[in-house]
């Protein structure tokens, strides 16, 4: 089933985070795939490329912005973990590992945070949370 019409609202959001990357192409490649998101602008010979839902003809909803590390840098988004909200933590976590994304379990912090990571295929932790302020639904792993 595609994120974007999974219980028909967008099922990962947030304020856009930024994610270092060093193959572009490679990059938009696998978060378009692997999270069936969209992507601008539609070249990727660019140092900034936003992935995200579909607005509108022309519009799309950014929630990552890929970033180009320059050669010869470092990445300065490395030892971070960006975080993306979801309001169903469990049906996210099986799909992304259906589409074939090692997930880590999921977990719950010392605040009662439900949340999950994810590696990105340049490396990236990613993190997707609950919703605060959300419980789980009863019979589901946090």
């Known amino acids: ?13 947030g304020p856009a985070i930024s ?8 990059a938009v490649a696998w978060y378009c795939d692997k999270l069936e998101l969209d992507h601008e602008p ?3 010979d660019v140092s900034e490329v936003k ?3 579909p607005g509108g003809e022309f519009d799309l909803v950014p929630l990552i912005l890929l970033v180009k590390i320059p050669e010869g840098h470092s ?12 309001r169903r933590l469990q049906e996210v ?3 992304l590992a259906s589409n074939g994304i090692a997930v880590g379990a999921i977990e719950q912090d010392s605040a009662g945070n439900s949340f999950f ?10 993190e997707i949370c609950l919703e605060p ?3 789980p639904r009863s019979g589901v792993n946090r």
Do not use: S, W
């Open 1 to 13: 089933m595609d994120f974007r019409k999974l219980l028909g609202f967008k099922t990962i959001y």
């Open 19 to 26: 994610v270092g990357v060093r193959d572009m192409e490679r």
């Open 42 to 44: 539609k070249r990727t």
């Open 51 to 53: 992935i995200g839902y």
């Open 75 to 86: 990445n300065v988004y490395a030892g971070r973990h960006p975080v993306i909200f979801t």
């Open 93 to 95: 976590h099986e799909k």
């Open 117 to 126: 990571r994810f590696v990105d295929c340049e490396g990236n932790q990613i």
């Open 133 to 135: 302020g959300l419980q």
